[in-house]
């Protein structure tokens, strides 16, 4: 059985009348009429009782007609999610990040790409960089936003996703709290809330060297890891810190955000893969978050 005699068969089962299910059909009675009598040679059951007036489905044509819906109905489902697939609108995708990234526009885009493909499943994962990098090369992710510095490790491809520049938080009773920037000089000396240096050793120097060249002596009074641990105690008033601009946006009342004065150290966020041909889904979601 052909799916060319499960057409034929149906149009006849749901018209219970050869010339109309001909016309469906786009071809002639006679044709049909016999394509019919050789399936049903064929299967070695009548399908129809037929007489002058009228045709009729018989038991077997009855349980065939359930049958053959099922199968077509699966068959061009089956195409349909081979097309969907093959465009990237349906599959799945295991994504990873750092922390500091959804406080960037990582967040947003994710949400975006999530309603603008309802059919590609997302698995995401926080990590630190070295073991997203890890996870990516050894295809435990497909994806993943981090750091990296330098000419970034090896086996990876990657692309940059976001950039953007700090300013100063500062408790809302600082004596700074009033400035409309601020100049790096007027840092010396100041108890600053830092990352670790292992965290990104090539941007703590880069901040070490701007305020070294402002004349401003760095004084950590905290280490942290998240931004979201940093702007707390800023606000417990245990210190001051340089945060990425999009950290601004917590909506905080007990600290304020003040632009810097003179250029500073950027944050760059990548985009990371691994170097191979992607597939239609990983296609799909670089094209959405690399092409804003």
Do not use: C
């Not at 240096?197 to 070294?212: F, H």
Request: aromatic share 6%; hydrophobic share 45%; proline share 7%.
């Amino acid at each position: 059985m052909n799916t060319r005699q499960m057409h034929y068969f149906l149009a006849v089962a749901e018209t219970l009348h050869f010339r109309r299910a001909a016309e469906a059909l786009h071809m002639t009675q006679p044709p049909l009429s016999q394509q019919i009598a050789a399936f049903e040679e064929e299967l070695g059951v009548a399908l129809f009782v037929r007489d002058r007036r009228s045709v009729a489905l018989t038991e077997a044509g009855e349980s065939l007609l359930l049958d053959v819906r099922r199968i077509l109905s699966e068959m061009e489902a089956a195409e349909q999610r081979a097309v969907d697939t093959g465009l990237g609108r349906v599959g799945r995708l295991r994504v990873g990040f750092i922390g500091p990234a959804i406080d960037g526009p990582l967040g947003t885009d994710l949400k975006a790409f999530g309603e603008k493909h309802p059919g590609i499943t997302m698995e995401l994962s926080e990590r630190s960089t070295p073991e997203l990098v890890k996870r990516v090369r050894g295809k435990g992710l497909d994806a993943a936003v981090v750091r990296l510095s330098g000419a970034g490790p090896d086996g990876i491809e990657r692309h940059v996703y976001h950039r953007e520049t700090y300013v100063l938080a500062v408790p809302a009773g600082h004596r700074l709290a009033g400035e409309a920037a601020i100049e790096p000089k007027e840092l010396d000396d100041e108890p600053l809330i830092m990352f670790p240096r292992s965290l990104n050793p090539v941007l703590y120097d880069q901040w070490t060297a701007m305020l070294s060249g402002a004349g401003a002596r760095l004084r950590v009074a905290q280490e942290v890891l998240t931004k979201h641990a940093t702007v707390a105690l800023v606000a417990a008033g245990l210190g001051i810190s340089p945060v990425p601009r999009s950290t601004a946006d917590t909506g905080r009342k007990d600290v304020v955000f003040i632009p810097f004065a003179a250029a500073t150290p950027e944050l760059t966020f990548h985009l990371i893969t691994r170097p191979e041909p992607h597939g239609p889904a990983l296609t799909t979601f670089l094209d959405q978050l690399l092409r804003k």
